[in-house]
């Protein structure tokens, strides 16, 4: 029957994946992942652009000619007003459907000899002056740049620990934090292994993936704290399976929010490098993209198991979870449920559901009496027929 | 219908949605600064990388330690970097402090050359003690530099501006008393033999003396002892074997040249100018101290202690004097007034012969340097104790007046900057980055649009529906804010906007999947809603808030494109937020009671029902018991 295919599965949120009770080769394989990823950080270091190294650079409009024309013209400006300057790139980007440029890459001219330079190259081009777009950075600024967003990164992680505390409990926000923590670490790495060029811009991106990455972890783990609320109150699930269902469940949800995030960031990265060519737009896109994606990964992988670890750590789960396991055994079944990896969707759909219904129930009666809402939605439940819309549901697919 | 607590009304909310627009777009249309026609009075202010222009980023380089200046220091700076480019004539420029150290200058419209504006550093009146020659020329040939490289950062409008010999202060109003013998002490000028503590009330003296060390080590012990013992400028032609000893001062970069004692600048020949300008801005901004600067490049000037500082000068314009001469005149401020005539009169008469045979001008009258940055751009000699106001003359053209008479007003800059980044964009190229950045958010729009259309169903223009009002709503703020605070729209901005559609999309998801994991729970569409949207709300609210405060520390901390990124980023966050609460939420509840939210054809919730044959009656079951 189709309902079993892992996508049905996931779309209904019970795709029974046994992500947490896997965590070792989670954990092992970011472990390889933190080394490579470090080794190449260590070994290769990055490529950075010229805000890091100083540098200039001078957009002229293709109208001047072929590219050749541009970098000779250019070598010539130097020469006359560049004092010992050269190229050292040069490359035609598009305009975005403004007119296209040569983007020529100079070691470090001084503002003088930057703006002298320009005119000489006006001059020799023979186009207007103003024509000609010039960016000047010195190696500092790249240093600046980062020495604030490292100041941003300390602040955010120490205001985000306190918010995740409030309002989780101090497992989850040491797991977020980890998790966040490998996504940058990981997300570094892919930039020295691919060998991305870092820019400023690189740098606010990885700042911003920060925000996303805990916003994913936020997304999973409120549904873990749905889930796991009373769970000391009977017996049926310990506490690492309860955070596997709410995984899960909320894996649909996580793909969906991750998709939804990255379909614009893909819409920069494509005119970003698709069209501009270079800039802004680009580096932005793609440490996003990159970030984002293993934002979600890391969330979904390393988060929730490291929190089911530290959970367990705890004396009350873990009595709790011993009890779970008593109560299995003396049940004795052909098989234990407690391993919950087991290869057998349509038996293990039934399992968490069952769970999920007393999880749930547990996890709503308090509401009834506290939230008004819960008792009008109490009330609705009585008068419904069993769903009136459902039979036409179950014909789907 | 009555709705019972905690159930929303959806009338009053859109209510207050719709109120919020009226009011939002009465400012766009009405607010103070708004005019024009009403097309105009749409326009959001862009970033220059949007329309063309220039914007140079200044970081302040105070002291050789690299501590940050204090906010007022900043904040003057500011004024007089904007009131420099004002100057220019230039409307629309925008000069802000950014950080604690930094000063963005931002023009849009044609390019420009900036550079001088930021370059002025502090002033400094100071008495020339010597002269000596600043070539650095020695006997063999050596020295790598030539003469004629100029100095970062620094315009050198020495050259023109004041040929030393023409040069000359006049008291206009009177020459007053000329009296006043008063000894006054010029110390350090006689034991030259004992370096000057230089540097010693910086904070960190031990980095000084450690570079000084590294410089010590890098030229040799023997060239530091030769140069230490020097007691005037050595005259190499008459000691070659000197000349030898002397060359590794030669290959000194500016910035380890700063790090010398001045006296040893002064007396070693083999550091010339070239080496001497290119000496880090702020190496010669202690009063205290005595520093050598040079002259139109060649001239290497020993000075005195700065007795007079640009914080005094109250006025400075250039006139055309009785002759019709362009000159300078110059006011000070009521204590400026009375160190100015201290120091003319000390050099009027040359007291305790502090200035050497070769610093006096024709009439034997000590010359004062106007010593801006590590630079003189002017040496006048004072032809009189100056009670009142004075003036500069010179055979100055009226430009060359004007930008000396600049220099002196403004040029009290508190802090020394060095310019970071400077961009110069074309208006073409500005042009089709709007078009790259506004391409890029519609695609990224559409893509979140069919996406939701693909997934959520009718749902989708729920969606398509909350984006198009967040689009107005931040639109509009952005027009607002733009006149109100100053926010310009940069390409970065446009970034921050792309990126908070998936956001605002992903409180969508939590919504929806909610609602659907409400559905599979066996309630009905209808009943769902409500419940759903109390517990989406709270992880809408977390994962918000968590945007919002990275976009926050962001914006406070960072620098440079990053500040548009992030409050763009915060502000469509907060749109989302708003729009979340007063338009989803209620539209929903409406959505919930019609007929077709029942049909899982049209709202995409359909699919959430488990296919359910043999299984759904006892899952129905277990529901119920609980």
């Not at chain 1, 620990?161 to 940058?184: G, H, P, S």
């Not at chain 2, 009338?11 to 766009?28: E, P, S």
């Not at chain 2, 101290?289 to 700065?306: F, S, T």
């Not at chain 2, 689009?471 to 921050?496: E, N, P, S």
């Amino acid at each position: 029957m189709a309902e079993t295919g892992l996508a049905a599965r996931l779309y209904r949120g019970e795709a029974g994946l046994n992500i947490v009770g896997r965590r070792k080769v989670w954990f092992t394989v970011a472990a390889l992942l933190v080394l490579i990823a470090l080794g190449s950080v260590i070994f290769r270091g990055f490529s950075l652009g010229i805000e890091f190294a100083g540098g200039n650079s001078f957009q002229v409009p293709t109208s001047v000619g072929t590219m050749e024309r541009a970098e000779t013209g250019a070598a010539e400006a130097l020469t006359s007003a560049g004092d010992g300057a050269r190229v050292v790139t040069a490359q035609q980007v598009g305009g975005g459907g403004g007119g296209e440029f040569y983007e020529l890459r100079t070691t470090q001219l001084d503002a003088e000899q930057a703006e002298a330079v320009r005119v000489e190259m006006g001059r020799i081009f023979n186009v207007d002056p103003a024509e000609i777009a010039s960016n000047r950075v010195s190696e500092a600024w790249g240093s600046q740049v980062t020495n604030r967003a490292l100041l941003g990164l300390v602040i955010f992680l120490a205001l985000v620990t306190v918010y995740l505390v409030l309002r989780f409990e101090w497992q989850m926000a040491a797991a977020a934090i980890f998790a966040l923590v490998m996504n940058l670490v990981l997300t570094s790495g892919i930039y020295s292994i691919v060998g991305f060029e870092v820019t400023p811009s690189t740098i606010i991106g990885l700042l911003t993936i920060l925000g996303f990455a805990l916003y994913d972890v936020v997304v999973v783990f409120d549904k873990v704290q749905e889930n796991t609320r009373g769970i000391t109150a009977n017996n049926n699930q310990t506490y690492g399976e309860a955070a596997n269902l709410a995984v899960n469940q909320s894996l649909m949800r996580s793909i969906n929010t991750s998709v939804v995030a990255l379909l614009p960031v893909g819409g920069i990265l494509f005119i970003g490098a698709g069209l501009l060519g270079a800039g802004t737009l680009k580096d932005l896109g793609l440490v996003l993209f990159v970030g984002m994606a293993m934002a979600f990964l890391t969330s979904i992988t390393l988060a929730t198991p490291l929190l089911a670890v530290l959970k367990n750590r705890d004396p009350r789960i873990q009595a709790h979870n011993k009890r779970v396991q008593t109560r299995r055994a003396t049940v004795t079944r052909g098989e234990t449920p407690a391993r919950p990896g087991a290869p057998r969707p349509a038996e293990r759909a039934e399992e968490p559901v069952a769970a999920e219904a007393g999880a749930l129930a547990a996890a709503a009666a308090p509401k009834v009496g506290a939230r008004p809402a819960g008792k009008r939605a109490a009330g609705g439940r009585g008068g419904r027929p069993g769903g009136g819309s459902r039979p036409g549901g179950g014909k789907r697919r | 219908m009555a709705p019972p607590q905690g159930q929303m009304r959806p009338g009053r909310q859109l209510a207050v949605l719709g109120g919020i627009f009226v009011v939002l777009y009465l400012l766009v249309f009405f607010s103070g600064g708004a005019s024009g026609g009403w097309k105009d009075r749409l326009e959001p202010r862009l970033g220059l990388d949007l329309v063309g222009g220039t914007r140079l980023t200044l970081e302040a380089t105070n002291t050789l330690d690299g501590r940050a200046p204090t906010a007022e220091n900043l904040e003057r700076a500011r004024q007089i970097i904007e009131s420099r480019v004002n100057a220019y004539g230039v409307a629309e420029a925008e000069v802000v402090t950014e950080g604690d150290r930094n000063i963005v200058i931002s023009l849009p419209g044609e390019n420009r050359d900036l550079n001088e504006v930021g370059s002025a550093a502090e002033l400094r009146f100071r008495k020339v003690l010597k002269i000596a020659d600043g070539s650095g020329a020695i006997p063999a040939p050596a020295p790598t530099e030539s003469a004629e490289a100029t100095p970062s950062g620094t315009p050198s409008p020495s050259g023109s501006a004041s040929p030393t010999p023409d040069a000359e202060a006049s008291a206009s109003p009177s020459a007053g008393g000329q009296g006043g013998g008063a000894p006054t002490p010029t110390p350090s000028e006689t034991p030259a033999a004992t370096p000057p503590p230089a540097a010693s009330e910086e904070p960190v003296p031990q980095s000084v003396e450690e570079q000084r060390r590294a410089v010590e080590q890098k030229v040799g012990a023997e060239a530091w002892a030769a140069a230490s013992a020097l007691q005037a400028p050595a005259d190499l032609s008459a000691d070659p074997s000197l000349a030898d000893k002397l060359k590794p001062f030669a290959e000194l970069s500016g910035r380890e040249v700063a790090v010398l004692p001045a006296q040893m600048q002064f007396n070693v020949p083999t550091i010339g100018c070239a080496q001497l300008d290119d000496r880090p801005p702020a190496s010669i901004s202690d009063p205290e101290q005595q520093v050598v600067a040079c002259e139109g490049g060649y001239a290497k000037n020993l000075l005195d202690v700065a007795k007079v500082l640009g914080t005094d000068v109250s006025d400075a314009n250039a006139v055309r004097d009785q002759t019709s001469q362009w000159v300078v005149s110059l006011n000070f401020t009521g204590s400026g007034q009375e160190k100015w005539t201290g120091l003319t009169r000390e050099a009027f008469n040359n007291e305790g012969q502090a200035c050497d045979a070769s610093a006096l001008g024709d009439e034997g009258k000590c010359r004062v340097a106007v010593v801006l940055d590590n630079e003189i751009i002017s040496s006048p000699q004072i032809q009189g104790v100056l009670t009142g106001n004075s003036q500069i003359t010179g055979n100055f053209t009226n430009a060359e007046a004007s930008e000396l008479a600049g220099y002196l007003s403004y040029g009290a800059l508190p802090v020394t900057f060095e310019a970071q980044e400077q961009q110069n964009v074309t208006a073409t190229l500005g042009a089709s980055h709007l078009r790259a950045g506004l391409l890029a958010a519609g695609i990224g729009m559409l893509l979140v649009i069919i996406y939701s259309f693909f997934y959520y169903r009718l749902l989708g223009s729920v969606i398509f529906l909350s984006l198009i009002l967040s689009a107005l709503l931040l639109f509009g703020a952005m027009v607002v804010l733009g006149r109100q605070i100053g926010f310009t729209l940069t390409l970065a901005g446009i970034a921050g906007i792309i990126v908070s559609l998936g956001v605002a999309a992903d409180s969508f998801v939590i919504y929806f999947e909610r609602l659907k994991d409400e559905i599979r729970e066996g309630r009905t569409p209808r009943s769902a809603v409500p419940r759903a949207w109390v517990r989406a709300r709270r992880t809408i609210i977390s994962a918000n808030a968590i945007t919002i405060m990275s976009a926050v520390v962001l914006y406070i901390v960072s620098v440079g494109t990053v500040k548009g990124f992030a409050f763009a980023l915060g502000l469509a966050t907060v749109l989302d937020l708003l729009v979340v609460f007063l338009f989803r939420h209620p539209i929903m509840t409406m959505f919930a009671r019609t007929r077709a939210f029942l049909s899982p054809r049209v709202s995409g919730l359909g699919r959430a029902l488990p296919a359910r044959s043999e299984q759904a009656p006892p899952r129905n079951q277990r529901v119920k018991e609980a």
